[in-house]
Each structure stands twice: as C-alpha cells, then as structure tokens.
C-alpha cells in the first residue's frame, strides 16, 4: 500500500523552462509533507518542505504547493538548471514524531 | 565525523547467508531511521529509532530483519538467511530530534550500504 505516490518515474526539461514534479498521497493524516533531491551515488537531501496549514512555501526558485483536498503537492522549479538533474523524492509524514513516508523517485532531467 | 558513515559501502553475499550493516549517526542525534531503496524502488521505511522509546519497527519486511542501537548512538541492521529480494540500498538516516524535519539541514542521510546477494 504506497501512501505516497510519484507517478513519474522521469521528467525531461529544457533548460531555463519550468519543471513540476508531482506527488499523490492517500493518508489524511499526514500534516507534513517534504521533497528531497539526490544526486547518483549520495544519498538523498533535504530540498524544501511545506506544513498542511499552508498551501505554499518558496525558497527561491523551488516552490511547493499543496492541495489538501486532492491530496497532491507539486514541486516547482523556475528557471530549471542544469545542476537540477537529479532525482527527487516527495515524503510525509503524520505527526512530530512519526516516520516519514517517501515515493518512488521522479527523475529529472534539464536538457540543453 | 562531519556526516553519517555507514558500513561497508558494498556488500556481496550469497543467499542464505547473514549480514550485519552498521550505521554510525551524528553524535548526538537522538533519531535514526533505516530505509532500503531496491533497484526502481523508492526509499522504504524499514525502522525507526527515536531516543529511548520502543522503536518503530513496523517497516521490517520479515522476521529475517532486526536492527539494534547501542547507546543510543551507532545502530546495526543484521539480515539473517538473505534471499535475492533483499538485494538493495540501505540507507541510515540520523536527524536531531527526531520526526519530520521542521527545517532544513535537520535529516542527515548516510552514503548508504549496497547489498547484493546472489
């Protein structure tokens, strides 16, 4: 039963265009929601993360939405860059101490 | 240590075979979580350690998975009788406090332990 859904396994971005990485979760109890990026061979790290009291949070060129209702978080990445090649994985979690919960991984790919 | 070390980087066994992978977290954070990411995967929560609480070991897939935490510091996760299905990366993660990160910089992954088992 995966709670958290990456339905692309792999996006492709031209350069300076925007990239949105999408994310589906079926728990209603999850209050916590993060993405994380990972390069080949390290592991993974923390990128930007959103409360389920608010709909958006930025931190410069990444943006995360959240839609409590449908229960979908987006990533948004403007301008997209080369060194965003990565894989991203959306999280989340129920609650202050409680284990948080990964998708499969989008990859993305800034292309030229 | 600046990170989270984990050992050995690489590891190759045959099935039915035991394997111990040991995780050394930041000194001082309380939480330590493992996960595995299998070929195509994604990262599956495996256990969950937090402080002195009983850890949270509903993501162990079979009685063949068990981990420990010494001290509240270094962790080992010991796979008894491995099958080819436990071929995979696993990952140790150590946080300061525990849960979701409120912030950024407050989950630490390790460089992770390939396991192949043949």
Request: aromatic fraction near 10%; include cysteine.
């Amino acid at each position: 039963d995966q709670q958290v859904k990456q339905n692309s396994p792999s996006l492709s971005v031209q350069e300076g265009r925007i990239s949105i990485l999408n994310c589906d979760y079926t728990n209603s109890m999850f209050d916590y929601f993060l993405w994380y990026k990972k390069y080949p061979a390290e592991g993974p790290t923390f990128l930007i993360s959103i409360s389920s009291i608010k709909d958006k949070n930025e931190d410069g060129r990444f943006t995360v939405f959240l839609n409590k209702s449908a229960k979908h978080l987006s990533l948004h990445i403007v301008p997209s860059q080369p060194g965003d090649s990565a894989v991203y994985f959306c999280a989340a979690s129920a609650g202050s101490a409680s284990k948080i919960i990964f998708g499969s991984g989008t990859r993305l790919s800034i292309r030229p | 240590g600046a990170g989270v070390s984990q050992s050995p980087s690489n590891k190759v066994t045959e099935k039915g075979k035991d394997v111990e992978l040991r995780c050394d977290p930041i000194s001082g954070h309380t939480a330590l979580y493992w996960y595995r990411q299998s070929l195509g995967q994604g990262l599956e929560f495996l256990i969950y350690f937090q402080g002195n609480s009983a850890p949270d070991k509903s993501g162990l897939p079979s009685d063949r998975f068990s981990a420990e935490r010494t001290g509240g510091s270094v962790s080992t996760l010991t796979i008894q009788r491995t099958q080819q299905e436990d071929s995979a990366v696993y990952l140790c993660v150590s946080s300061p406090s525990g849960g979701a990160p409120r912030g950024p910089d407050t989950q630490y992954f390790g460089p992770g332990t390939r396991l192949t088992v043949l």
